[in-house]
């Protein structure tokens, strides 16, 4: 077996790609492209630095005839990967960008829909010299945009975590002085948070109080009072979302850096829970939605589920998250 074959065997083993493979070198992907197909030889220091990485010896890499792997160590496995204190940092900063690009652009998915019933309402009921069908081409076309510029959010985001994705799915080893770092920040940030998380879940139990103002309204135009109401009601909980999400994705990212929390070693050698969890909650809620809509006919009020179901859902995470780890969480 000749080298271009060990390198991808022992890659693959790893659950790496290319590029994380190239992240941990300090080297270009192309680089591993062509290590990988045979087109170029990485130098000694490469081939020292791949023995450390995938804890196999140097005459295992290098002589062709060995074709069973041969570690460092006897019985010895693979070595977890090490995230330096400048990897730390470096996430931790991607984390805090990312952040604020992934709460956007929930805020925008949710805040999507205020223009379609504003404007096809005020449209409906003479308070636009726009017809309805004007009216709904256009806010439809809004809502397009604002739902793409998210999306893209997404996508941009995702691919910026790539890199660092083996930090939730995978066991691996902190320098020292990693771990103090992020315990001192993740301490400072806890405290700085509190008052952003309060004010979003009071904003969320909230948001529905000017609808219900606007429904029992016996006003002229309370039909368009109820459809102006419903936009602040879903402005509201968009912030408090916002404030949730910019919020709780910076405290994963410190979660996962210590391996705590949803993120612990024993969860990951177990899959994650708390996704399977969050994953049979929505599908439940979703169930819930449809069923009282449909069957009720109650599509004018079954929309609370959602703002009830995310109070619910923000209040276990924070309880959650606030429990200390257990023991051998670590």
Known sequence: MILADKIISLRKKMGWSQEELAHHLNVSRQAVSKWESAQSIPDLERVLQL???????????????????????????????KVT?????EYLALRKS????????????????????????AAEF???SMQVETAAVVSLALLMVMVAAAVGMFIYTG????????????????????RGMVQERQKAFRKASLPLTITACCLLILSPIPLFIAAFSTAENSNMLVLLFLGVTLLLAAIGVFMLIY?????????????????????????????????CYWLLVTAIFLTWSFLGN?????????????????AFRIVNNTL???RGEH
């Open 85 to 89: 204190l400048s990897q730390a940092n």
């Open 126 to 128: 003479n308070y636009l």
């Open 298 to 314: 109650a599509w004018d009020i079954s929309w609370l589920v959602w703002p009830i179901a995310g109070v619910l859902y923000a």
């Open 324 to 326: 200390p780890p257990r």
């Open 51 to 81: 023995s450390q990485l995938f804890g196999v010896t140097t005459d295992y890499l290098l002589k062709d005839e060995m074709e069973t792997e041969t570690y460092t160590q006897e019985d010895a496995v693979p070595a977890l990967r």
């Open 247 to 279: 919020t709780g994705v910076q405290a994963a990212a410190m979660e996962k850096l210590l391996e705590e929390g949803e993120y612990s070693r024993k969860n990951k050698q177990n899959g994650n829970p708390m996704g399977a969890i969050s994953t």
């Open 159 to 178: 691919h910026q975590a790539e890199p660092f994705a083996f930090l939730e799915k995978e066991p691996f080893e902190t320098e020292y002085g990693v």
């Open 98 to 121: 990312a952040a604020l690009r992934i709460a956007v652009a929930t805020f925008l998915c949710i805040v999507a829909a205020i223009p379609l019933f504003l404007l096809t309402g």
